[in-house]
């Protein structure tokens, strides 16, 4: 019972660099999400996607992208890292049928540090 | 655009006590959820409890309550008989009701304490 995971836990990069940071889950969610959690604050939201090849900016998008290729997937992608973006990152995923009330699970979260 | 604050940045109670922690928000939507985020050290975001604004009840999970007032725009977490175990940050958030995939709007975090 996997629900969501993220990969990698950790990960430092240097200013300028690119990566991708991962997120599967195998709940048959239709919509997923991606946060930054910067340290002695809340979550607050990057993007989030309502089923596969949808996808729309949250509260702050900018210096991020995304892609929803599958159900399962929705990848978090940083073109040219930079120290604001040292941060700890969530996917979440949830399931709405009739537009009603949806709970979000939460992935366990990759910490991520630009020097 | 909503708001959502957690006035208590720290908390301390004793072992078997009871604890209350605050959350204000602001919204002139009249359909919304609230909800109450458990996050340990490991980083977990763990759903503790989660309240409809269409309902009037209190939402209750075993030793987890919430004293929900509407008009008051107030949302509080009662944590009754605690545990070393509830020791953690406890974040209270938001999610405009309607329908889509609106994100969660969360406050800043309380950090609960537990005295053994």
């Known amino acids: 019972n996997a629900g969501v995971t993220q990969t990698p836990k950790f990960r430092i990069l240097k200013i300028g660099q690119s990566m991708t940071l991962q997120c599967t889950q195998d709940?048959?969610?239709?919509?997923m999400y991606w946060y930054r959690q910067d340290p002695g604050m809340g979550l607050k939201l990057i993007y989030y996607?309502?089923?596969?090849?949808?996808?729309d900016k949250g509260e702050v998008p900018n210096g991020y992208n995304v892609s929803r290729s599958t159900t399962e997937d929705f990848p978090l992608r940083l073109e040219l890292a930079a120290p604001s973006q040292t941060s700890v990152y969530f996917c979440?995923?949830?399931?709405?049928?009739?537009?009603?009330?949806?709970?979000?699970?939460f992935g366990a979260g990759t910490r991520l540090s630009v020097l | 655009a909503q708001t959502v604050t957690q006035s208590q940045p720290e908390m301390s109670v004793q072992e078997a006590e009871t604890v209350t922690l605050s959350c204000t928000y602001d919204t002139s939507e009249s359909d919304y959820y609230l909800f109450w985020y458990k996050q340990p050290p490991s980083r977990q975001m763990i759903l503790v409890i989660r309240?409809?604004?269409?309902?009037?009840q209190n939402a209750t999970e075993n030793r987890f309550s919430v004293n929900f007032q509407k008009a008051a725009k107030s949302f509080s977490l009662k944590i009754s008989d605690s545990q070393l175990g509830d020791a953690a940050m406890y974040f209270c958030a938001y999610r405009r009701g309607g329908g889509g995939a609106d994100g969660l709007t969360f406050g800043k975090g309380t950090h609960l304490i537990i005295q053994p």
């Open positions: 309240q409809e604004a269409y309902k009037q």
């Open positions: 996607s309502v089923g596969a090849g949808i996808t």
């Open positions: 979440a995923s949830s399931y709405s049928f009739d537009g009603g009330e949806n709970i979000q699970y």
């Open positions: 709940m048959n969610h239709n919509y």
